[in-house]
C-alpha cells in the first residue's frame, strides 16, 4: 500500500498542474519553467537488480544509487546539489512535513559525523565522496541509509576509512567497515562505485534493505524515479514519501508527499510541492498559505509568505521560485570545505 501511495505520487505530481501555481511575488522570481510531461515507465527487466543491469554507464548519473534503492522503501530522496540544504529552512519555506525533512538533513548528519573524525590534516570528506546522494527509508528503519558514490577507486576510498578509523568486518557478501569509536554508522562498499552509510542504530545487520535491491527487480519506485533524473529538466533533488505522517502546519495526516527541487545555472531555484492530505485538501491548503514562521529570520519568513498552495485533483499543489539570492538562504556549505 505505501509503496502503490507512492508510485502514485510520482505518476500524479507529474500529472498535476504544477506549473500553473506561481509564487506570490512571482514577478520577482525567475521565470517559471514548464514541468517536463510523464515519461513512460519502461518495464521491469526480469532477474536480479544488479548494479551492472541497472546503472548508467556513465557514473555521474544518478543509476548506480537506484540500482541500491531499497524496493520497500517508504521514503527517498535523490540530492544532487553543491551545497547542502537547511533542511529546516527549506522544510519551513515549502511546508514540509517531518519526516520529509529528516531525509533532506540525513545528509548533513552524515557529514557532520565525518568530519568530527577525520583528522585535521586528512582530505576533506567530499574529496573521495560526491556530493550526490540516496536517501531511503525502510519499513522498519528507525533512521535514513545514505548512499553516497565514490569520486575515487575503490581501494583508495578504504583507505579513506582506515585512517578513520573504521575497520573491516567478517560478511561473505558484503564490504562492511565498522566504527571503533564514536561514529553513528557502519560502512558498505558496494558494486558501482557506491558506498552505503547504515546507522549503527539500525536492527540487525541493516543488510537487508541492500540485499533486496541486489536480488529483486526493479521497484516502480526505482524506475520511474530513474526515468525522471535522466529526463529533460531533471530535478537536482526529488523526494517521496508514504504516510499517514504528521505535519506540523495540519490538523489532519498526510499520506504522501513529493518535492522537487531545480536549480538553473545562476544560482536560482524552484520549488514544487504536491501533498495528499487524508483530509480536507481545501482547508489544507489555507492552513499552508496562513503559515507563520516567527522561529525563523525576517528573510525567511517572507519566504514563507510567497510561497503558494491549489488544490488540483484532490492534492495540495505548491511552489514557490527563488532568485540566487534568495536561494542562498537555504543552503549552508559542507563540512570541512570553505
Not at 560502512?187 to 535491491?213: D, R, T
Request: proline share 11%.
Amino acid at each position: 500500500m505505501h509503496m502503490q501511495r507512492i508510485a502514485g505520487m510520482i505518476a500524479l505530481g507529474l500529472a498535476l498542474g504544477l506549473t500553473g501555481c506561481p509564487g506570490k511575488g512571482a514577478q520577482d522570481d525567475p521565470p517559471a519553467r514548464q514541468a517536463p510531461p510523464n515519461p513512460p515507465a519502461p518495464e521491469p527487466s526480469p532477474g536480479a537488480n544488479t548494479p551492472s543491469a541497472n546503472a548508467a554507464s556513465d557514473p555521474s548519473t544518478a543509476g548506480p544509487l537506484l540500482a541500491w534503492l531499497d524496493p520497500d522503501a517508504v521514503s527517498v530522496a535523490y540530492l544532487d546539489l553543491p551545497q547542502h540544504l537547511r533542511s529546516d529552512a527549506v522544510a519551513v519555506v515549502y511546508g514540509l512535513p517531518p519526516r520529509a525533512e529528516d531525509l533532506l538533513q540525513a545528509v548533513t548528519d552524515l557529514d557532520h559525523a565525518l568530519d568530527a573524525i577525520r583528522p585535521t590534516d586528512s582530505p576533506a570528506t567530499d574529496t573521495w565522496l560526491s556530493p550526490r546522494g540516496l536517501v531511503t527509508v525502510g519499513r522498519l528503519a528507525r533512521r535514513p541509509t545514505v548512499l553516497h558514490p565514490l569520486r575515487v577507486p575503490k581501494a583508495e576510498a578504504i583507505a579513506r576509512l582506515e585512517a578513520l578509523g573504521l575497520v573491516r568486518e567478517e560478511d561473505e557478501v558484503f564490504e562492511i567497515w565498522a566504527p571503533q569509536r564514536v561514529f553513528p554508522y557502519k560502512v558498505v562498499m558496494l558494486e558501482g562505485e557506491v558506498a552505503a552509510f547504515i546507522p549503527a542504530a539500525e536492527p540487525g545487520s541493516g543488510l537487508s534493505p541492500l540485499a533486496a535491491a541486489r536480488d529483486q527487480p526493479p521497484s516502480d519506485v526505482e524506475t520511474q524515479l530513474g526515468a525522471l533524473l535522466s529526463g529533460p529538466d531533471a530535478p537536482t533533488l526529488a523526494l517521496f514519501a508514504a504516510g499517514p505522517m504528521l505535519h506540523f502546519d495540519l490538523s489532519d495526516d498526510v499520506l504522501a508527499v513529493r518535492f522537487e527541487l531545480r536549480r538553473a545555472s545562476d544560482g536560482s531555484l524552484d520549488g514544487q510541492l504536491a501533498l495528499q492530505i487524508e483530509g480536507d485538501p481545501a482547508a489544507a491548503a489555507k492552513a499552508l498559505e496562513d503559515r507563520t514562521a516567527p522561529e525563523q529570520s525576517d528573510r525567511i519568513q517572507q519566504l514563507v509568505e510567497r510561497a503558494a498552495y491549489v488544490v488540483d485533483a484532490e492534492v495540495v499543489a505548491g511552489r514557490l521560485q527563488l532568485s540566487a539570492a534568495d536561494a542562498k538562504l537555504l543552503v549552508a556549505p559542507r563540512s570541512g570545505t570553505p
